[in-house]
């Protein structure tokens, strides 16, 4: 991928010097956020360095455990040179005009801003520069920096960062291109690890989160909405609810039909969080009739069969001639693959503070993508974007929940409503049973295998939710879905059925579930063909080449040579004891290219075991903070992992059946398997950690317990009563 960058005119910058003698600087490589069309990604940065020398850099995005707040100030100070112990990291609020699209999304963080925010750092230091020769009235290139230093050999004149702050503001600009950036032989700072920067706080228990917020004078909500998504309210007994101490108000919200909007419910402010969920559960509100109420996981799967049967509604992929190739191949396959629907279950809860005062509202929320939130509360509210002001909490886990902005527009209305600043919080239950889930899917395959092994035949008929030519969100498929473009006669069909269940991306989305299918019936064809499942899929691969063009383009190559690695450090073909065995799977995604094996045993009840996991990634040239990438691959993979083994949303009559983590469990972290990991570099740009580790494990985990027992998983959760031996 080629991320653009335009070139910066002076009023893209802006230097003052601060109150305290300190350089504030401004800096954006892109044109300013509102002249940006439809994907453009504007970026900003800010610099402060203070007369002491401390400098603080302002993270942008949005922090919810991925590392960004540490990982984005690490490219600027490295630029900078200036010594890590010396930054301090603060959080920006929502300001598309400063700092163009802020969010935690699609592992974008690295790709859209490993260069820019380099000459961010770069910009400051050659004003720096600038700044000391003028004063020593030498030439800029006699100088050099050490970290936080000016330092003129010839002289032996040095000045602190600290000491020429308040000069800067007297200084030229550099064009940001015209800077040369350093050699990475002398990072001090990229690539080094280091920890997170709200490291302390978490683990000393200091305030941090969302759910931390308190404001003076604060009430609190709990926020009642139908079990059947978007039904209206018949009937409530408001009474009832104000009746407990400590209760301010009770009242009905109309709301909406947009699932990811304001919907219908009752709300109850009070003192106290448990005043205000006590008198909730004294509502006793009846709900009016709604048509997703007729939907079930046990319709779907019916209808799913159903439309498996009939005429495909659309053919995005018609390679070759796959009746023929099917016809003439050595074996062939037919599998049909399940996934479930699965919530994010981020350990802290939906939640969202907000102050409505003299026309404008201010809000503070662990929010993943805050404009699309100001801009939903704006329109719901029917008051002025500039009048919205949107603090960016961390989140306690996001992994794509916190994309949806629901709890941001209805602590809004309800703070408005209040008169008073308001926190809403979110139980478990509702953040278990108001979810944008990952859609559930089916797959029904057939693939055929040659004599020599190849494979020369693959359809699958993808049935999955929408209306129209349209899916429900995530619910899509690529026709370039591996292994598309790398089977001669490769046929992908599609049929979709109608959804009221809200959906949303889930980490990796897409591929989360895509992979488990594609990466076990590639196995299934190699098991058919008898070969080794490594050398299978190196011969899938082919000769080291680019497929297809950008955004969908697949480097073979990248992909062959972390098969290669994954299966050398896991010792890849030695002999296992029986009940053990071994399985591999690769997948692309989010830019980065990832091979993984998984070492399983079984157990004569068909309790699973995972021993370890093995991951070998290509994300480019630059690992930028170790700590952080190894931490993402693997948590990544133990998430794949628990999905695989434990996780499961059901729809019954409209509504999801599982509550809380007593149904609906995460993997515990005495079953946390080690996971190894290996990165093996190649001259690409650096990509991002966030979720391409995740899509590979769960295939790698299911083809090892078909390695271990010969019994084939086709549905998950994986159900460990069918392995009983």
């Known amino acids: 991928m080629t991320v653009q960058q335009t070139g910066a005119s002076r009023r893209d910058f802006l230097v003052t010097s601060g109150a305290a003698g300190g350089l504030v600087l401004s800096f954006s490589v892109a044109p300013k956020a509102e002249a940006q069309g439809v994907g453009a990604r504007p970026i900003n940065a800010y610099v402060k360095v203070a007369p002491d020398g401390i400098v603080t850099i302002i993270a942008k995005n949005p ?18 040179d200036v010594a890590w112990e ?3 990291v603060e959080q920006a609020d929502n300001d598309p005009v400063a700092y163009g699209r802020q969010f935690a999304g699609g592992s974008m963080a690295t790709p859209l801003h490993w260069d820019e925010l380099r000459r961010v750092g770069a910009v400051a230091r050659a ?4 700044a000391a020769s003028q004063a020593w009235n030498c030439a800029p290139g006699e100088c050099t920096t050490t970290p936080g230093m000016v330092v003129h050999a010839p002289s032996g004149r040095k000045s602190s960062y600290g000491s020429l702050a308040s000069a800067c503001a007297g200084v030229a600009v550099p064009d940001p291109k015209s800077l040369t950036l350093k050699d990475p032989k002398a990072y001090r700072i990229i690539g080094k690890a280091m920890a997170q920067v709200d490291t302390p706080k978490i683990v000393t228990g200091q305030p941090l989160f969302g759910i931390d917020v308190r404001r003076p004078g604060m009430l609190y909500a709990a926020f009642e909405k139908a079990p059947v998504f978007g039904a209206k309210v018949a009937k409530a007994d ?3 609810a104000q009746s407990v101490k400590g209760v301010r108000k009770a009242f009905v919200i109309d709301g909406g039909t947009n699932l990811s909007g304001l919907l219908p419910g009752v709300a109850v402010v009070a003192d106290s969080w448990w005043a205000a969920n006590k008198a909730r559960n004294r509502l006793n509100v009846q709900w009016s009739d709604h048509p997703t109420s007729s939907q079930s996981s046990a319709g779907f799967d019916k209808r799913a069969a159903e439309l498996a049967q009939g005429a495909a509604m659309r053919t995005p992929r018609n390679d070759g001639d796959v009746a023929g190739a099917l016809k003439g191949a050595a074996r062939t396959v037919e599998a049909a693959y399940a996934y479930p629907f699965l919530s994010h ?4 809860p939906q939640n969202c503070t907000a102050e409505f005062k003299d026309g404008k509202l201010e809000i503070w929320a662990p929010t993943q993508n805050p404009e699309p939130g100001r801009q939903l509360v704006a329109q719901t509210l029917g008051i002025k974007p500039q009048d919205i002001t949107i603090h960016l909490i961390r989140g306690g886990g996001g992994f794509g929940r916190r994309l949806a902005n629901d709890y941001m527009v209805e602590a809004a209305w309800i703070a408005r409503e209040a008169g008073a600043p308001v926190k809403l919080l979110w139980t478990r239950e509702d953040d278990m049973r108001h979810d944008f889930y990952r859609p559930a899917g089916y797959h029904f395959l057939k693939g055929g295998v040659d004599a020599a092994g190849n494979i020369v035949a693959w359809q699958d008929r993808f049935v999955s939710f929408g209306e129209g030519e349209g899916f429900a969100s995530s619910a899509g498929m690529s026709p ?6 790398f089977v001669p006669n490769c046929k992908i069909e599609v049929s979709t059925m109608p959804l009221g269940v809200p959906t949303g991306p889930l980490r990796a989305p897409g591929s989360n579930a895509l992979s488990f299918v ?3 019936f590639i196995d299934e064809l190699g098991h058919a063909a008898g070969a080794d499942q490594v050398a299978f899929r190196l011969k899938l691969l082919g000769e080291p080449r680019m497929v297809g063009e950008p955004p969908t383009a697949y480097h073979a190559g990248r992909m062959a040579n972390v098969l290669k690695l994954v299966a050398e450090k896991s010792g890849w073909g030695r002999k296992t004891p029986k009940g053990t065995g071994l399985g591999v799977a690769f997948h692309y995604s989010h830019l980065g290219y990832f091979a993984e094996v998984a070492e399983v045993t079984v157990a004569k009840s068909g309790a699973v075991k995972v021993n370890k996991v093995w991951v070998a990634a290509d994300v480019g040239r630059q690992i930028i903070n170790p700590h952080g990438a190894i931490n993402q691959v693997q948590g990544s993979v133990l998430d794949g992992l628990s999905e ?4 499961q949303i059901t729809i019954e009559g409209g509504r999801t059946v599982q509550s809380n983590f007593t149904d609906y469990p995460l993997m515990r972290m005495a079953d946390a398997p080690p996971v190894e990991v290996h990165f093996l570099k190649a001259d690409f740009p650096p990509t991002g950690l966030g979720e391409p580790a995740l899509p590979p494990a769960i295939p790698a985990l299911t083809n090892a317990i078909f390695a271990a027992t010969g019994k084939r998983i086709r549905s998950l959760p994986i159900d460990t009563g069918l392995l009983k031996s």
């Open 63 to 80: 922090e919810v455990g991925q590392g960004i707040k540490t990982m984005l100030p690490m490219l600027i100070a490295e630029e900078l």
């Open 86 to 88: 010396n930054v301090r």
């Open 127 to 130: 004003m720096m520069i600038q």
């Open 238 to 240: 408001l009474a009832a």
């Open 345 to 348: 279950a981020t350990l802290e």
């Open 480 to 485: 370039t879905e591996f292994p598309a473009r």
């Open 518 to 520: 594609m990466q076990s």
């Open 644 to 647: 695989a083994l434990h996780q």
